[in-house]
């Protein structure tokens, strides 16, 4: 992710201020109100929603989707952007299910840097296991967040502990719990020498800040009760002994994550990882790509899709590409060159996000997400720029888990049924799959829940009730190889094959056996789980 060479030009003030980052978390860990907490420091919306909350205080601004205002969940990658002190945030929020981890792990090929959100009760957990593993793949520098220490919570160092041992990663404290559940008071700010003060009864207050020196200031006792101080003083000294000092330059380079204490719901310690953000993260950071790489500072304008979503505004039928810009200043109304139809689009009306909230884009710079509304040219993994053919590498797909036949519930409607299934296979919320022999599609997700979601959208969005059955197939496979190979293939195993949304072969197969043959009978042959979107 960062570059090695070290003597690159500076970056523009401009692009220099952005911070582009994912949150990353198990779910129920506080991600999506972690990200509400943000907007409202930002002062992108006055009062935070939860997740779980009664009448208007419930809709939260990142979950737009009538599935996840209903159930309490992201179920799909939302992208905000907003100005917080001199720099500006590009705050993409995943979805933690793990039914949804393909969105997530395209959604962390846009950005510079994760947040990754732990309960403080639970640690770290299998999904966080999994999401930070692909931020390695990637070298993204981590900052963490250990939320909820306003209920019981397990002990600071063994929280540390797990992290370090888990992900192996150096975590250095920025901040310092005092108490923890009922007792639960603030922490104490280890870089700045401050004791932040939680206000439990606003919980849209942003935390009373008390500059101190250091822990042996009289101030303290003022604040905090005897016993909870003597365990802070000796848990700091400890802390300072046996945890490394931060260190900024092993953060950016992914080895060092720092971890702030805090609890989301009560907009504490939010602030203090938002300035940690912003001092600690990195810049927009140099973008791979064929045949070179893309550096932000270059004045021509590159960007590539990394997620489509189809519906946004139910009412007109839109889809809008999910854009980051890699290099140079975009401006309303710019021709951009479609790299893979090498056609010109005029981009005549991108918009800036806040969650389903959206206006118009005048100029964006390197490091921003825009959307471009569309009406199907624009696919995940699609490079945009002022004419040089380059393609924006390294965005998966994934073979699906789970593998159902699609019928429309009307058999006069399955035209339309046809034409749903293809925007969702070009949003990426589902691989769709046409067999070659008999009728209707095959749907491969990869968790069951994508099911239930995909029917509820393809009623609410296109009025078509449909059923998913069970399939005799367990797995797909892509087949790449010489030309007459794959054609002898095909032809002796027609019943097996499919065609996915961009044409390409798919072999589709019931046991691991089926897969050893075709390594055995076709040695020329390579089935893929993986493939590149857009090659």
Same mark, same amino acid.
């Given at each position: 992710?960062?570059? $090695?060479?070290?003597?690159?030009?500076?970056?523009?003030?401009?692009?220099?201020?952005?911070?582009?980052?994912?949150?990353? #978390?198990?779910?129920?860990?506080?991600?999506?109100?972690?990200?509400?907490?943000?907007?409202?420091?930002?002062?992108?919306?006055?009062?935070?929603?939860?997740?779980?909350?009664?009448?208007?205080?419930?809709?939260?601004?990142?979950?737009?989707?009538?599935?996840?205002?209903?159930?309490?969940?992201?179920?799909?990658?939302?992208?905000?952007?907003?100005?917080?002190?001199?720099?500006?945030?590009?705050?993409?929020?995943?979805?933690?299910?793990?039914?949804?981890?393909?969105?997530?792990?395209?959604?962390?090929?846009?950005?510079?840097?994760?947040?990754?959100?732990?309960?403080?009760?639970?640690?770290?957990?299998?999904?966080?296991?999994?999401?930070?593993?692909?931020?390695?793949?990637?070298?993204?520098?981590?900052?963490?967040?250990?939320?909820?220490?306003?209920?019981?919570?397990?002990?600071?160092?063994?929280?540390?502990?797990?992290?370090?041992?888990?992900?192996?990663?150096?975590?250095?404290?920025?901040?310092?719990?005092?108490?923890?559940?009922?007792?639960?008071?603030?922490?104490?700010?280890?870089?700045?020498?401050?004791?932040?003060?939680?206000?439990?009864?606003?919980?849209?207050?942003?935390?009373?800040?008390?500059?101190?020196?250091?822990?042996?200031?009289?101030?303290?006792?003022?604040?905090?009760?005897?016993?909870?101080?003597?365990?802070?003083?000796?848990?700091?000294?400890?802390?300072?002994?046996?945890?490394?000092?931060?260190?900024?330059? $092993?953060?950016?380079?992914?080895?060092?994550?720092?971890?702030?204490?805090?609890?989301?719901?009560? #907009?504490?310690?939010?602030?203090?990882?938002?300035?940690?953000?912003?001092?600690?993260?990195?810049?927009?950071?140099?973008? &791979?790509?064929?045949?070179?790489?893309?550096?932000?500072?270059?004045?021509?304008?590159?960007?590539?899709?990394?997620?489509?979503?189809?519906?946004?505004?139910?009412?007109?039928?839109?889809?809008?590409?999910?854009?980051?810009?890699?290099?140079?200043?975009?401006?309303?109304?710019?021709?951009?060159?479609?790299?893979?139809?090498?056609?010109?689009?005029?981009?005549?009306?991108?918009?800036?996000?806040?969650?389903?909230?959206?206006?118009?884009?005048?100029?964006?710079?390197?490091?921003?997400?825009?959307?471009?509304?569309?009406?199907?040219?624009?696919?995940?993994?699609?490079?945009?720029?002022?004419?040089?053919?380059?393609?924006?590498?390294?965005?998966?797909?994934?073979?699906?888990?789970?593998?159902?036949?699609?019928?429309?519930?009307?058999?006069?409607?399955?035209?339309?049924?046809?034409? &749903?299934?293809?925007?969702?296979?070009?949003?990426?919320?589902?691989?769709?799959?046409?067999?070659?022999?008999?009728?209707?599609?095959?749907?491969?997700?990869?968790?069951?829940?994508?099911?239930?979601?995909?029917?509820?959208?393809?009623?609410?969005?296109?009025?078509?009730?449909?059923?998913?059955?069970?399939?005799?197939?367990?797995?797909?496979?892509?087949?790449?190889?010489?030309?007459?190979?794959?054609?002898?293939?095909?032809?002796?195993?027609?019943?097996?094959?499919?065609?996915?949304?961009?044409?390409?072969?798919?072999?589709?197969?019931?046991?691991?056996?089926?897969?050893?043959?075709?390594?055995?009978?076709?040695?020329?042959?390579?089935?893929?789980?993986?493939?590149?979107?857009?090659?």
């Amino acid at each position: 992710m960062l570059d $090695s060479t070290q003597n690159r030009p500076e970056l523009p003030p401009e692009i220099a201020r952005r911070r582009t980052f994912a949150i990353i #978390s198990h779910p129920d860990a506080g991600k999506t109100t972690l990200t509400e907490k943000f907007l409202l420091y930002g002062g992108a919306i006055q009062m935070a929603g939860q997740v779980r909350a009664k009448g208007e205080a419930r809709r939260t601004r990142s979950d737009f989707m009538k599935m996840e205002q209903d159930r309490g969940i992201s179920v799909s990658a939302s992208a905000m952007s907003f100005d917080f002190g001199n720099y500006r945030f590009n705050l993409v929020d995943t979805p933690g299910h793990s039914d949804f981890s393909e969105d997530t792990y395209r959604t962390l090929t846009a950005v510079d840097a994760a947040i990754m959100v732990i309960d403080g009760a639970k640690g770290v957990e299998s999904q966080t296991q999994k999401l930070f593993e692909v931020c390695r793949l990637r070298d993204l520098p981590i900052l963490t967040f250990c939320n909820k220490m306003d209920r019981e919570s397990r002990d600071t160092f063994e929280i540390i502990d797990e992290i370090q041992e888990n992900l192996a990663i150096d975590v250095t404290p920025a901040s310092w719990p005092i108490g923890m559940g009922r007792e639960f008071l603030g922490c104490y700010d280890m870089l700045r020498n401050r004791l932040e003060l939680m206000d439990r009864a606003d919980r849209n207050k942003v935390a009373e800040s008390i500059k101190i020196e250091g822990l042996d200031d009289p101030a303290l006792e003022q604040h905090i009760p005897a016993h909870l101080l003597e365990q802070l003083r000796e848990e700091v000294e400890m802390a300072r002994e046996l945890l490394p000092a931060l260190n900024p330059q $092993s953060v950016l380079e992914g080895h060092m994550t720092p971890i702030w204490f805090g609890s989301a719901i009560n #907009s504490f310690g939010v602030k203090e990882l938002m300035d940690g953000i912003a001092a600690y993260g990195p810049e927009p950071q140099v973008q &791979a790509a064929e045949p070179r790489k893309i550096a932000p500072e270059e004045k021509k304008v590159a960007g590539f899709v990394f997620k489509v979503q189809a519906n946004m505004d139910p009412k007109h039928r839109d889809r809008v590409a999910f854009v980051r810009l890699a290099s140079g200043h975009f401006q309303r109304g710019m021709k951009l060159t479609h790299v893979r139809s090498k056609k010109p689009m005029a981009i005549s009306n991108p918009v800036l996000f806040l969650a389903s909230d959206r206006e118009l884009a005048e100029e964006a710079w390197a490091g921003d997400i825009i959307g471009i509304p569309n009406h199907g040219q624009l696919r995940i993994g699609d490079t945009l720029t002022e004419g040089e053919a380059l393609r924006v590498t390294g965005i998966p797909s994934f073979a699906p888990e789970l593998l159902q036949n699609c019928r429309a519930g009307d058999p006069m409607k399955a035209k339309h049924l046809d034409k &749903a299934l293809m925007q969702f296979a070009e949003e990426g919320a589902a691989k769709v799959f046409k067999p070659m022999m008999g009728a209707g599609f095959v749907v491969g997700v990869v968790g069951q829940l994508q099911f239930e979601v995909l029917a509820s959208r393809i009623e609410l969005e296109y009025g078509l009730p449909v059923r998913f059955e069970p399939t005799q197939f367990t797995s797909a496979r892509w087949v790449t190889g010489p030309r007459d190979a794959v054609d002898k293939f095909v032809n002796a195993n027609k019943q097996h094959i499919s065609h996915d949304h961009d044409g390409d072969i798919v072999f589709m197969t019931r046991l691991q056996w089926d897969i050893d043959r075709v390594a055995r009978d076709y040695p020329d042959l390579k089935l893929s789980a993986t493939k590149e979107m857009q090659v």
